[in-house]
């Protein structure tokens, strides 16, 4: 009786320590995108946590292996094992709860703006744009929340020459936060689109969010061509 109530309380320890980091710890793990990129959860202290979840998990195999060929653990391996639970309960305490990444769409709109103004800057009767001219406007956007082995993802602009239109879907190696610049044959017309963890951004509408650039001109993300964002070509128009 005393070896069955003695299992019976460390197991119900072990559950106890598993219950309250197991989930955080998991959202965290997942959240470093070792697999796929994946959208950051905020997870305070989630290294820690994981590494408490780790350790618990080990201690607890290891008294159960014990119990199996009916050897009696050591005082110092009980005390190991405690001392996790209560590490367990302090940073569940510490943490709170995670909360959930935020919505990627607006620092992806952000970047496809500064991208397009920064794309009309450049601007000398057709488009030539360096990826790395980009660098400094998209570094004031938003930061992303998305994480690719553990690191944000940054956004940059991919530029695809002699285009036929907009590029809609993502291409092979292509991570989240990756903007599209997408040139017509002559460089008179560019077409910008973003990439979110499913695909192409799109708008709630079910409309990709593309900004279509002409001749020194943009239009806002997923309107009208004919509707621009600033009428910097007014001046280039014809006198009547």
């Known amino acids: 009786m005393i070896r069955l109530a003695y299992l019976a309380a460390y197991g119900a320890l072990a559950a106890l320590g598993a219950a309250l980091v197991g989930h955080p710890a998991l959202l965290w793990f997942r959240s470093q995108g070792l697999s796929d990129a994946a959208l950051a959860w905020d997870v305070p202290h989630g290294a820690l946590l994981a590494a408490s979840a780790a350790l618990l998990a080990f201690l607890t195999l290891w008294l159960a292996s014990q119990a199996a060929l009916r050897r009696s653990p050591r005082a110092p391996v009980h005390l190991a094992f405690l001392l996790a639970v209560g590490i367990c309960l302090a940073l569940r305490c510490a943490s709170g709860d995670p909360h959930p990444p935020p919505d990627p769409a607006p620092g992806l709109l952000d970047g496809l703006r500064a ?31 998305f994480r690719r082995h553990g690191r944000s993802l940054p956004l940059h602009v991919r530029v695809l020459s002699q285009a036929q239109g907009p590029q809609l879907e993502p291409l092979p190696g292509d991570q989240p936060g990756t903007i599209y610049l997408a040139l017509s044959q002559d460089r008179q017309t560019g077409w910008l689109t973003a990439l979110t963890v499913d695909g192409v951004l799109k708008l709630p509408a079910g409309k990709p969010a593309m900004i279509e650039a002409h001749s020194g001109t943009h239009s806002l993300p997923g309107h009208d061509p004919a509707l621009l964002a600033y009428p910097r070509m007014s001046s280039a128009l014809p006198a009547r």
């Open 115 to 145: 991208a397009a103004e920064e794309l009309d800057r450049g601007w000398t009767g057709q488009y030539t744009p360096d990826p790395a001219q980009f660098s400094l406007s998209l570094a004031q956007v938003r930061p992303q929340a």
